[in-house]
Structures are given as C-alpha cells and as structure tokens.
C-alpha cells in the first residue's frame, strides 16, 4: 500500500504564489493533483507521468506548474497568480495498479 503524504497549503492573497509538495512511500507511474472546493465535486488539476508528460486542467493552465523528482517519488504543484476560485481542499493523487490519495491539504486564496 503506497501512502501519499501533501505539505505546502495555506492562506495566500489573490495573485500570490504556493508550492504543494507530496512524497509518495514508493514509485507510482502517474501523479497528479486534484482538488475539490466546498459544494463542487473533486476535480483534476494537473498530471504527470513517470516520463515527464503532463496535461492540466483549463483553469489553471499557464499559471500552474506541476513536476516530479523520480528518485524521491516527490510531486509538486507551483501555483502562481492565485485567484479566489483556486480555494479548494488539494489532494495528491497516484495512479498505479491501484489508485492512491493523499489526505489534502488546504490552499485558501482571500485578501
């Protein structure tokens, strides 16, 4: 059982910047981030894959960069240019024989 563990959330004023971080217990071929804000449902946000390829969410592209380090089984999500509607509970996700998740973390964009 791999487990997901996220840091980095936080409160941030509209326009600022995060880094969410999750380090994986082993090696899963795709990682990823969701994120699901209060009364919506959960949705993806970026991905990557073991070989560095990546898709994003319309939302969050050109703001948003997601990338791995292979060898520590570490995700990240830099968020720049935050806004308001990126308020949401972030979730680090894996994809493998098994989808893994990771408890969340809280990102909240408010001046």
């Known amino acids: 059982q791999v487990q997901l563990v996220e840091s980095g959330g936080g409160l941030v004023q509209p326009g600022g910047s995060l880094r969410l971080s999750c380090v994986a217990s082993g090696s899963i071929a795709v990682m990823g981030w969701y994120r699901q804000a209060p009364g919506k449902q959960r949705e993806q946000v970026a991905a990557?894959?073991?070989?560095?390829?990546?898709n994003y969410a319309d939302s969050v592209k050109g703001r948003f960069t997601i990338s791995r380090d292979n060898a520590k089984n570490t995700v990240y999500l830099q968020m720049n240019s935050l806004k308001p509607e990126d308020t949401a509970v972030y979730y680090c996700?894996?994809?493998?024989?098994?989808?893994?998740w990771g408890q969340g973390t809280q990102v909240t964009v408010s001046s």
């Open positions: 990557i894959t073991s070989g560095g390829s990546t």
């Open positions: 996700h894996g994809h493998g024989h098994y989808d893994y």
